[in-house]
């Protein structure tokens, strides 16, 4: 006798990160990163509940609101760069004479000033710092979007594996259900003598087997439910419960968008190929500031001060006041040689620059490999699930056919459990292609429209 089980069946499909420039990072405070969850929990959670709530509790989606913030001060410290500088000193000193040609031995000095510097020209480096922090505030923002719109795949995933598992469950109960009546009749007829107890101790074997089918489905819908849960970071005592969805035979089998189209839009929107750009303008600023280093440098100086010596007869005030004086200057800094520092940072920041046309080759190589396999997954899904429609409908005649003729004898239980594990088997497939359909079907979607929802 043939044993099926039901599998363990994750659905899986490979994709690159995605994201688009959202509103989300634009603004972003303290209290943000710290502050507890805003959004009521819902008795069911729907798709959109499920990504609203990861959005805003994600762990890591608040590190990157940090990171923001952190960004944010960058831009301050570069700006900051064109600001003056100002700072008092004070010294005083003791001075000892051992052999003093006259009567003072030792004196006592002091002074006081408040000095302050501004750089005038340093070959535009602060203006080319302030511009890469931004740009890196930029990338960092586009990497909470990338965030955001990973969670919402790996939601989506989850979100249909528990779907699957659910009718899954269905499936193994109604199998038991059936398999529990097989083994009833059997039991009759074997009471009636119409029927051994070999044949009698197969049936009741598969009705076991499908007891423990069920159980295992069970726990596989438990399992999916706790990997979800863990996505939205709830708490493992959380009765979660999903709303319950179901998908037609035209969310299955719809049309896909021509291939190169969603390949070309997605190539728009992607935050790698952005983050790219900007890695560019940010390699830009790089070779400008290494060459600054052959520029000159203008500097203006300022200062007030004044000054006290003990022992030439003069009051404490007196001198402060007669020794109180205002300096100001101009400083012109010229390289001339710098044991070549100037071009060797200017020969390593254009090595760097040339990053950015590889990064752009490998990320089209991935998105033309990830949007292939995409279409490939859902065109496979999608004839599978077609044809499995009436592999059941016939696999289901003949599970009806062949319980029939046992009723009245003419076949033997070998030929009534191939035909019952056949159906479940038919069963099965067809839900898991339903689902790998949908699954591909709505990731292309989201790459086609930034947009990704159930149903």
């Known amino acids: 006798m043939r044993k099926i089980t039901i599998p363990i069946?994750?659905?899986?499909?490979?994709?690159?990160?995605?994201?688009?420039?959202?509103?989300?990072?634009?603004?972003?405070?303290?209290?943000?990163?710290i502050a507890p969850p805003s959004i009521q929990m819902p008795t069911l959670w729907t798709f959109d509940d499920c990504v609203n709530w990861a959005v805003e509790n994600n762990t890591d989606v608040r590190k990157t609101l940090l990171s923001i913030l952190q960004a944010d001060e960058e831009i301050g410290t570069a700006k900051d760069a064109w600001l003056p500088s100002v700072g008092f000193s004070t010294n005083h000193s003791f001075t000892n004479y051992p052999s003093p040609e006259n009567e003072r031995s030792n004196t006592y000095g002091s002074s006081y000033g408040i000095n302050a510097s501004w750089t005038v020209w340093e070959?535009?480096?602060?203006?080319y710092k302030l511009e890469s922090a931004k740009i890196l505030r930029q990338r960092t923002q586009l990497d909470g979007d990338d965030l955001v719109k990973d969670l919402k795949l790996n939601i989506l995933q989850a979100y249909l594996n528990i779907?699957?598992?659910k009718e899954a469950v269905e499936i193994a109960a109604k199998t038991?259900?059936?398999?529990?009546?097989?083994?009833?009749?059997?039991?009759?007829?074997?009471?009636?003598g119409r029927t051994s107890k070999v044949d009698f101790a197969q049936i009741e074997s598969q009705s076991a087997q499908d007891r423990y089918n069920l159980v295992q489905a069970e726990s596989n819908y438990a399992t999916a439910k706790m990997s979800l849960k863990k996505i939205l970071t709830l708490g493992l005592d959380y009765d979660f419960q999903i709303a319950d969805i179901a998908f037609s035979d035209n969310d299955v089998t719809s049309p896909l968008p021509p291939m190169d189209q969603v390949y070309t839009f997605a190539a728009s929107w992607l935050p790698e190929f952005k983050s790219n750009e900007l890695n560019k303008e940010i390699y830009s600023n790089d070779i400008k500031i290494a060459k600054a280093g052959y520029m000159p440098t203008i500097s203006l100086q300022g200062s007030v001060g004044t000054g006290y010596v003990s022992g030439n007869g003069l009051a404490w005030g007196s001198q402060m006041k007669g020794s109180f004086n205002e300096n100001v200057g101009v400083t012109l800094s010229i390289p001339i040689y710098?044991?070549?520092?100037?071009?060797?940072?200017?020969?390593?920041?254009?090595?760097?620059?040339?990053?950015?046309?590889?990064?752009?080759?490998?990320?089209?190589?991935d998105l033309s490999q990830t949007i292939e396999s995409l279409y490939i997954d859902a065109t496979n899904s999608q004839a599978k699930y077609t044809s499995g429609?009436?592999?059941?409908?016939?696999?289901?005649?003949?599970?009806?056919?062949?319980?029939?003729?046992?009723?009245?004898?003419?076949?033997?239980?070998?030929?009534?459990?191939?035909?019952?594990?056949?159906?479940?088997?038919?069963?099965?497939?067809?839900?898991?292609?339903?689902f790998m359909a949908v699954l591909a079907n709505k990731t292309i979607n989201f790459y086609a429209t930034t947009q990704v929802s159930i149903p």
Do not use: C, W
Request: aromatic share 4%.
């Open 123 to 127: 070959g535009n480096i602060r203006k």
């Open 163 to 165: 779907m699957y598992a």
């Open 389 to 434: 429609l009436k592999q059941l409908e016939a696999v289901e005649m003949t599970a009806e056919l062949v319980d029939r003729q046992f009723d009245l004898g003419l076949v033997n239980p070998l030929e009534l459990l191939t035909a019952h594990n056949n159906l479940l088997n038919a069963r099965l497939e067809l839900l898991q292609n339903k």
């Open 9 to 33: 069946v994750i659905l899986s499909l490979e994709f690159t990160s995605v994201a688009e420039t959202t509103d989300r990072f634009a603004e972003v405070s303290k209290n943000e990163v």
């Open 338 to 365: 710098d044991g070549n520092a100037t071009r060797r940072a200017v020969a390593k920041a254009n090595l760097a620059s040339m990053e950015y046309d590889l990064n752009r080759t490998q990320l089209m190589d």
């Open 176 to 192: 038991l259900e059936v398999s529990e009546s097989q083994t009833e009749r059997a039991r009759r007829l074997m009471e009636s």
